[in-house]
């Protein structure tokens, strides 16, 4: 993706000052790059527990002076996770990358006991260029990485209601099974906390703002990657195995030249901003409005902040760019109830956009070096799934790597993780196309479903032969995705018997 963030005069990379990346730009918001070179996160999360003060919480602004604070108390140095000489030496296992993908991999391994170097060109916490809605089972993985108390501590609402809009008809229900709860923390601090974990509980160093420039190859195989410091200093550094974190964008998959397949063009552009004081409903749900073909979103987070996002066809991308804020505001106001819930709303930074996501798997290893996380495959964001992906592909990874490591053979192994990456993911990636490409019913369309809601017997009726209906009217990989998620609440195997996703 070229070119494709909004407004580009007020673009900056975030959080890194390694050397200019040739890569795409990050979008951003100035307000996200630390003063500080780090805050630990338990630190952050003391922080975001103050619930009444949302910008305090997550703003940048306030962790780095909590950060200050929080250095002179612990007495910790800035710039601590740094080259440094004495951590010459060959690692096990070489990360590029360091955010959701590269750190959970890092964090599984070090905790089996490998050495693990992991580099990333930026400087955390810091914002990245994604929302961020953690589903149940998404919540549930956290969980197993351990890293779920300290991402609570920041005080998010637990999301435990689905409400969604067709124009102005209204379906609302229950967002998981009893007892689970979905979550929308923002990047800075689930990564950072991700990465403070797989520092503290194992043998995982971390190196930030250094920018992998390179791989080292021997014979026909990567032994290893030349490294740049944000001062500019150059390393070369061995592992057993390199792995490429580093998002949709990968260097490594280009460097590897790693296949690519089931590859179709950005469907969708995408903008998003963070805004205080949305009046919230009763009960915290997430919220998506499909209005004259937008998708609009409300992901709660803490109490009064609340992450707003549009998805547009590709041909607004442009008038969007002029005025990107007034725009959005215009039409998220315009969305059924919004104008009043808005009234005393205020965007806090600014919003980030794109022109679209492209959508592709990639060849998930080689001699020497494995890919996981949007490096791996990539799709749009409008189903949410890349977060919770790039975690599970981190703990198949892992378990791949302990296995080849203790000597079991690279290619069957390896290949046998990219085939459970692939069977897992293609039925979600389909869907997710589907969706994305889905576009809303005509007028008389929409009469018909106002008949219904305008008749409570009626919408009973339709309820109850929902099972009937559906299969033969849903495109194959929703009816596929529905039937996983009606399973998850108990249904019973429908009569046809489709695969459903894992
Ligand atoms: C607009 C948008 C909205 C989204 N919303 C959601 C959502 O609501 N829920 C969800 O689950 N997913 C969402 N996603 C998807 C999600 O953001 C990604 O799936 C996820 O970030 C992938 O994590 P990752 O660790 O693989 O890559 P990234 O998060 O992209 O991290 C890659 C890291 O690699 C580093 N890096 C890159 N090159 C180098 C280099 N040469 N040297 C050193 N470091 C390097 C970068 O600095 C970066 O920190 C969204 C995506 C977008 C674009």
């Known amino acids: ?18 050397p200019a990346s040739p890569e795409p730009p990050v979008a951003s918001n100035d307000d996200t790059t630390p003063s500080v070179e780090w805050i630990p996160p338990g630190i952050a999360g003391d922080l975001a527990s103050r619930k009444n003060y949302p910008d305090q919480v997550m703003s940048p602004s306030g962790l780095q002076a909590a950060g200050t604070e929080a250095l002179a108390q612990l007495s910790l140095a800035p710039g601590q996770r740094v080259m440094d000489d004495s951590q010459q030496g060959t690692y096990d296992i070489l990360i590029i990358g360091a955010r959701v993908a590269g750190a959970s991999l890092a964090l599984l391994l070090g905790e089996r006991g490998y050495r693990v170097l992991m580099v990333d060109r930026d400087l955390f916490p810091s914002d990245t260029f994604s929302t961020h809605f953690l589903n149940s089972r998404v919540v549930a993985l956290l969980n197993q990485l351990g890293v779920l108390a300290d991402i609570e501590a920041a005080g998010f609402r637990h999301i435990t209601r689905s409400r969604t809009y067709i124009e102005d008809c209204i379906f609302e229900g229950p967002m998981a099974p009893e007892g689970a709860f979905a979550l929308a923390p923002r990047r800075d601090m689930l990564d950072a906390t991700i990465i ?91 919220e998506l409005f499909f209005v ?64 679209g996501i492209p959508n592709h798997f990639r060849q998930a290893f080689g001699a020497g070096w494995a890919l996981t996380g949007d490096a791996a495959y990539l799709k749009d964001p409008s189903t949410g799934f890349g977060i919770g992906d790039a975690i599970m592909q981190a703990m198949w990874l892992a378990e791949a790597l302990d296995a080849t490591l203790r000597g079991a053979d690279w290619e069957t192994t390896l290949s046998a993780f990219q085939r459970r990456r692939d069977e897992t993911f293609l039925p979600a990636f389909e869907a997710t196309l589907a969706v994305t490409r889905e576009h809303d019913g005509t007028e008389d369309d929409l009469a018909w479903l106002r008949g219904a809601m305008a008749n409570p017997h009626t919408a009973r009726a339709i309820a109850n032969r929902l099972p009937s209906a559906l299969s033969g009217i849903l495109p194959a990989p929703m009816w596929s ?3 996983a998620t009606a399973q998850a609440f108990g249904a019973k195997p429908a009569a046809d018997q489709t695969p459903v996703p894992a």
């Not at 804020?325 to 600014?350: C, H, N, S, W, Y």
Request: with cysteine; aromatic share 10%; net charge negative.
């Open 1 to 18: 993706m070229h070119g494709d963030l909004t407004p580009s005069t007020s673009l900056t990379s975030i959080g890194t000052s390694a």
């Open 196 to 286: 403070e974990h797989a520092e503290r509980r194992g043998d995982v160093v971390f190196w930030e703002r250094t920018h992998a420039d390179g791989l080292i190859w021997e014979d026909g195989q990567v032994t290893g990657a030349r490294l740049t410091s944000h001062d500019g200093e150059h390393r070369e550094v061995r592992a057993r195995v390199v792995v490429g974190a580093d998002g949709k964008y990968s260097k490594v998959a280009k460097w590897v030249r790693a296949a690519a397949y089931h590859e179709v063009a950005p469907l969708r552009s995408v903008y998003y901003g963070y805004f205080q004081d949305v009046t919230p409903l009763l009960e915290t749900a997430v």
């Open 481 to 483: 995705y529905l039937k």
């Open 292 to 355: 004259q073909d937008r998708i609009g979103y409300i992901f709660p987070m803490q109490p009064g902040l609340d992450c707003l996002a549009l998805e547009l066809q590709p041909e607004e991308f442009a008038p969007f760019r002029a005025d990107p804020q007034g725009v959005f505001e215009a039409i998220f106001r315009a969305l059924p109830g919004m104008a009043a819930r808005l009234r005393d709303a205020r965007l806090t930074g600014k919003m980030m956009g794109t022109a």
